[in-house]
């Protein structure tokens, strides 16, 4: 009994002082892409990653953006091979039709799938922020006459 009490006592202030609250991820826009926080902390791509892994519905959307972005990048790159086309024709005087509409339709594409890629790692961050919730505990007086209750 008397380690008993002590212990007791000891719990009963670990609960009344404890708050576990979810951590919500939150993107910013930054100067060389974007910047993810959880709960004010910076993290990086790759834990962001992490988290957008460690839920099944957010990591549904990551994976089609992962995707959608490297389709983006291909166009992006396809894109300057054209530009560097174009170039090179016009100081030689050729056509210059082939490498307009490949421009066009590579820089028509790579806007397509990258507005796709952010509305998808968007809903990604959603989903991982709502599956989260709030999850609180602390003792409270019961409603219902003398004591302690535990309120979730």
Do not use: H
């Not at 910076?42 to 460690?54: L, P, R, T, Y």
């Not at 957010?58 to 994976?63: I, L």
């Amino acid at each position: 009994m008397k380690i008993g009490k002590p212990l007791l006592v000891l719990v009963l202030i670990a609960f009344c002082s404890s708050n576990i609250t979810a951590q919500e991820i939150t993107v910013f826009q930054g100067m060389w892409g974007d910047e993810f926080y959880k709960d004010k902390e910076k993290i990086s791509w790759k834990e962001f990653g992490m988290a957008m892994d460690s839920n099944p519905a957010s990591e549904a959307y990551w994976s089609k953006s992962k995707k959608q972005y490297g389709v983006t990048f291909a166009a992006a790159t396809a894109n300057l091979g054209f530009g560097i086309w174009y170039l090179v024709n016009d100081n030689a005087d050729k056509s210059t039709t082939a490498p307009i509409v490949g421009f066009a339709s590579t820089a028509v594409v790579g806007s397509i799938f990258y507005c796709l890629a952010s509305k998808n790692k968007k809903n990604a961050i959603l989903e991982f922020n709502d599956s989260l919730g709030k999850t609180t505990y602390r003792l409270v007086p019961s409603q219902q006459g003398v004591g302690l209750a535990l309120k979730f």
